[in-house]
């Protein structure tokens, strides 16, 4: 009788996480493992569960595709983070459910594709004993014990496209436009993606920014001949003694949000000039991944079943200079992987006269 594989894809979708499905279903197969994906993310462990068969002919043809063909969630009964690093354990009857249905479909192992607070889950499963490997994905690139996650790749290349089409529109009006972009508290889309776009200004939380040095900022591009500023704005910047700027949601809930906004009212209050703002959102999180990332995808599917056959539980696959390893999933969810102020490309953007407000 064939092993089982389960696997599922928790949180925000991005781009690369039908390449993972594809890699998983291809290499378990070429075992003689059977595979079965659980819709929904952890939900689809829950009775009634909702699971489907991955082979060959439905992992066919998916790998250009953005999102997930097995959908996902990052709400309901198995949420584990809350605020910025607030912690929640899954109730133990939960786990007994989604235990109880691993047994009844005969399922030997369980790979959990998704970024903190779903490796924070899957950690939690497998301190209670379920056989569980995670795969790292979210495209704000801030998981430790990974230099890089897929769907990161994908993300900044949607920020610099967005770039090259908005220098030539604020160069005809001679404007600075504001670009707000996703990270929560992390900067690496929007350090990536400015760099890549060729910003003048870079706003990040790791360094926090003060509204008059911005206004300078611009002041100087002005005396040197430059009409216009490209700045962008990492949802999750904060100005020096000030906090992040969150939305309100439905029933309580908050979400970071608007600072895009409240840099573009500081910035036309302090120079006078004709300010716009371009919020990008959940377009860094759809369309077809970069080749960067379906090949970084496949890699780490295939990991994922190798470390099944070694029965290595509780681990991840991760990105180390150009090899695919794996690491304890504890290590990855211990801290938060964000841009050092001295690091080597932050030098390099200031070399650049790339302005970070402070």
Excluded at 55 to 66: F, N, Y
Excluded at 210 to 221: N, Q
Excluded at 289 to 312: N, S, Y
Aim: net charge negative; proline share 3%.
């Amino acid at each position: 009788m064939a092993r089982k594989i389960g696997v599922l894809t928790s949180g925000g979708d991005c781009p690369g996480l039908n390449a993972v499905l594809r890699g998983v279903t291809r290499a378990a197969m070429a075992l003689g493992w059977e595979v079965f994906g659980f819709e929904d993310g952890f939900e689809g462990l829950l009775p009634p569960s909702r699971s489907l068969r991955l082979d060959r002919a439905s992992t066919a043809g998916i790998m250009h595709l953005g999102g997930t063909i097995l959908h996902t969630t990052n709400k309901g009964h198995f949420v584990t983070k809350t605020g910025r690093r607030g912690k929640l354990q899954v109730p133990p009857g939960v786990i007994e459910k989604a235990r109880a249905t691993l047994a009844e479909m005969e399922i030997s192992a369980l790979v959990v594709i998704g970024g903190d607070g779903s490796m924070t889950t899957a950690l939690q499963l497998f301190d209670a004993g379920l056989p569980v490997v995670g795969v790292p994905k979210t495209i704000d690139n801030d998981l430790a014990a990974t230099s890089m996650t897929f769907g990161f790749d994908s993300a900044v290349a949607c920020v610099a496209e967005s770039l090259d089409r908005l220098h030539t529109t604020a160069t005809s009006h001679r404007r600075v436009i504001v670009v707000e972009v996703m990270g929560r508290h992390a900067g690496w889309i929007a350090l990536h993606g400015g760099l890549a776009g060729g910003a003048d200004i870079i706003l990040i939380p790791e360094i926090p920014f003060d509204m008059d040095r911005v206004a300078e900022a611009i002041g100087r591009r002005d005396e040197q001949g430059c009409s216009s500023t490209l700045m962008v704005v990492a949802e999750g910047a904060e100005a020096a003694h000030g906090e992040q700027i969150y939305q309100r949601q439905g029933q309580g809930e908050v979400r970071l949000g608007g600072i895009g906004e409240w840099v573009a009212a500081g910035v036309a209050k302090r120079t006078g000039k004709d300010v716009r703002t371009c919020v990008l959102g959940h377009l860094q999180r759809g369309g077809a991944p970069t080749t960067f990332d379906r090949i970084l995808g496949t890699r780490f599917g295939v990991k994922a079943v190798e470390l099944i056959e070694r029965e290595l539980w509780g681990y991840m696959v991760n990105f180390m200079g150009d090899e695919v390893g794996e690491v304890p999933i504890a290590h990855a969810v211990e801290r938060l992987r964000r841009v050092s102020p001295e690091s080597e490309i932050i030098r390099a953007a200031r070399a650049v006269e790339i302005s970070f407000g402070d």
